[in-house]
């Protein structure tokens, strides 16, 4: 049963340029989760999705960045514009239906790291 | 919001020692997570306890929430223990975000 799964595990953009992020949930979980990581703290929030939905964006940068999670494919984080603060380790996660015994429990990708030059 | 404090933030262990790391929340919880981070940034999961306790090899914890804190057990430590470990936290209201402390760094020396 594969895990959760990010690509690309590295990414190196120039100030600027466009950042996309992606992410396919473990098979069986309809709920995503973003969250990004600076060196040396904890990962913070970004956003919540279900298939098709925006959940809860409350973490989201009001500019430059959206996430979607359609029908059929992965989640995308969408970063526009690039800047250097935006370098950092972006995770997914992903988490079953309500209906399922643990259902807030999240499981995480092994994370994009973002460099922007 | 809710506040979520790990202690110690650094640990320095020889092979083979045990250890306690506790993680304090400021609110109820529906969800408290631990996580080994290893040095190569991978996430692992490893315990879902938003309360009572559970064991898994060398490694058990014990969330109690009416006192809103957990601890992480780890007993005769290896190496391979190293990284970092993370407390995270939802807050009761079933919102399904994850609030994260900022961690204990592990060190094990052989």
């Known amino acids: 049963n594969a895990g959760v799964m990010q690509n690309p595990r590295h990414l190196v953009r120039r100030r600027g340029q466009e950042a996309r992020l992606r992410c396919s949930p473990m098979?069986?979980?309809?709920?995503v989760y973003w969250y990004r990581q600076l060196p040396e703290e904890g990962l913070k929030f970004m956003v919540y999705l279900q298939k098709e939905n925006i959940i809860d964006e409350s973490g989201m940068p009001k500019e430059r960045f959206s996430a979607e999670f359609p029908k059929e494919g992965p989640s995308i984080l969408r970063i526009q514009q690039v800047v250097r603060g935006d370098s950092a380790a972006y995770f997914c996660a992903s988490s079953p239906p309500r209906d399922r015994g643990a259902y807030n429990e999240q499981f995480f990708g092994p994370g994009t790291r973002l460099t922007v030059l | 919001g809710i506040q979520v404090e790990q202690s110690p933030p650094d640990l320095i262990l020889q092979e083979g020692a045990n250890s306690t790391l506790r993680c304090n929340f400021s609110d109820s919880v529906n969800n408290l997570q631990w996580f080994h981070q290893n040095p190569w940034g991978q996430l692992i999961n490893l315990f879902y306890?938003?309360?009572?306790?559970k064991q898994n090899g060398r490694l058990s914890a014990t969330t109690v929430a009416t006192e809103r804190y957990s601890l992480l057990y780890i007993s005769s430590s290896q190496t391979t223990d190293s990284g970092v470990y993370f407390c995270a936290v939802e807050r009761a209201g079933n919102n399904r975000k994850l609030i994260w402390g900022l961690g204990t760094s592990l060190a094990v020396n052989p």
């Open positions: 306890i938003p309360s009572g306790t």
């Open positions: 098979k069986g979980h309809s709920h």
